[in-house]
């Protein structure tokens, strides 16, 4: 089980992004969590502060937009 | 070098549509297949060209930068960032807590937050391209110094006490870098990405911004601009900026709209703050800013763009009447 967490204030871009996540786990068959978090202690917690960010098992891989399909191919695989 | 687009519309007025030149249809329809096209290609060729550079400025790194700076460069290099630096509006709000835990006075954070909607890298060219180099260098100096003026205001009254007490005690880990693929086939995918997703995010203001150009332009008559919003009319500039206030588009947007105004005998002055006006405030930011800020410094905030945005269209009009 790979745990994500999609960083945003809850705008459309971090909704899109935690979709593109969830779909393409579906896709491969993949089992993941996906957690939002908007809380903004934590978001700059994870020393992030352009949103959407992605952390995927307790580490920041992706900062500042909605990631490109590839790259969220690449953690699932990985 | 732009004339293609000028021959494109032409043709599709004459061969195309068989429209008469010189009807109010053909004007509209003119101007809007000109604008369109020559903005929606100079718009994919600048967003992938800075798209290729674009890892090279995030954010994160901007607070890198300006951390440590003395107060002064810090207002300069906050304003110049904030142009070329792009972010979803949405960030705003951890790129403020953030830019404070780094220690960032709060003026300089929000010289950085004023300039960032008003002056891009995008419209820049755009605007140049369409009004030439005068207006833009006017348009991005006087954006630049109302950012900066803002900033400097902010901390001279000592406003930080009004930002919300939580802001302080956020501490922020280590600054993530996600991994970056630096290949020439990383960066163009990389560029492509960016394309699509700024293009998908403006074109409707595009679209629209456009629109209600070409409608300015056939079939509004010069007369009713030249009576309402000469520079003789004392009210034109404010009456402008508050029409803008709640209107929002993005800086692109606005663009077509702006040219059909000056070609319509609007002064430059006048333009200029309306464009800002619609740019520059915008009602979803400042509910997300409402997060940070208390209800004084919002107000503060909407105020003081307001009356600049005014005083840079009495002087504009003032310094090229």
């Given at each position: 089980m790979k745990s994500f967490k999609v960083l945003g204030s809850g705008c459309k871009n971090c909704i899109t992004t935690a979709k593109l996540i969830e779909d393409k786990a579906r896709a491969l068959g993949v089992a993941v969590e996906i957690e939002k978090v908007t809380d903004m202690a934590a978001i700059l917690g994870f020393g992030v502060m352009s949103t959407p960010g992605v952390v995927l098992d307790g580490k920041v891989v992706h900062a500042g937009g909605i990631p490109q399909p590839d790259k969220v191919t690449g953690w699932l695989e990985g | 070098m732009f004339e293609i687009f000028t021959r494109l519309a032409d043709w599709t007025i004459t061969d195309v549509l068989a429209l008469e030149p010189g009807t109010k249809l053909a004007d509209a329809v003119h101007f809007f297949v000109e604008d369109t096209t020559k903005i929606f290609v100079l718009l994919v060729v600048i967003v992938f060209v800075m798209g290729l550079f674009r890892t090279m400025l995030?954010?994160?790194?901007?607070?890198?930068?300006?951390?440590?700076?003395?107060?002064?460069?810090?207002?300069?290099?906050?304003?110049?960032?904030?142009?070329?630096?792009?972010?979803?509006?949405?960030?705003?709000?951890?790129?403020?807590?953030?830019?404070?835990?780094?220690?960032?006075?709060?003026?300089?954070t929000m010289a950085f937050l004023i300039t960032s909607p008003l002056v891009n890298e995008v419209a820049v060219v755009i605007l140049g391209s369409i009004m030439g180099w005068k207006m833009t260098t006017v348009y991005v100096v006087t954006g630049m110094s109302v950012g900066i003026l803002g900033g400097i205001l902010i901390d001279r009254f000592h406003m930080e006490r009004w930002v919300e007490d939580y802001v302080w005690k956020i501490r922020m880990g280590t600054m993530a870098q996600a991994e970056v693929d630096g290949s020439v086939t990383g960066r163009v995918r990389y560029a492509w990405g960016e394309v699509r997703d700024i293009v998908g995010r403006i074109w409707l203001y595009i679209i629209i911004g456009v629109g209600i150009g070409s409608a300015l332009h056939g079939y509004v008559p010069q007369e009713l601009f030249a009576q309402y919003a000469s520079a003789d009319n004392p009210f034109a500039v404010p009456v402008a900026v508050l029409m803008g206030l709640p209107l929002y588009s993005n800086a692109t947007g606005i663009i077509p709209v702006a040219e059909a105004l000056i070609a319509k005998g609007v002064p430059i002055g006048t333009v200029i703050a309306f464009m800002m006006s619609v740019v520059g405030v915008s009602p979803p930011e400042f509910i997300m800013l409402r997060k940070v800020l208390k209800p004084q410094m919002l107000i503060?905030?909407?105020?003081?763009?307001?009356?600049?945005?005014?005083?840079?269209?009495?002087?504009?009009?003032?310094?090229?009447?």
């Open positions: - | 995030s954010p994160e790194k901007v607070r890198g930068y300006i951390e440590g700076t003395s107060r002064g460069i810090g207002y300069i290099l906050a304003v110049i960032l904030g142009a070329v630096t792009p972010f979803c509006s949405c960030s705003s709000v951890p790129l403020f807590i953030g830019f404070l835990e780094g220690g960032i006075p709060v003026g300089v503060f905030f909407g105020v003081f763009l307001t009356i600049s945005f005014m005083m840079v269209g009495y002087l504009l009009n003032l310094i090229f009447a």
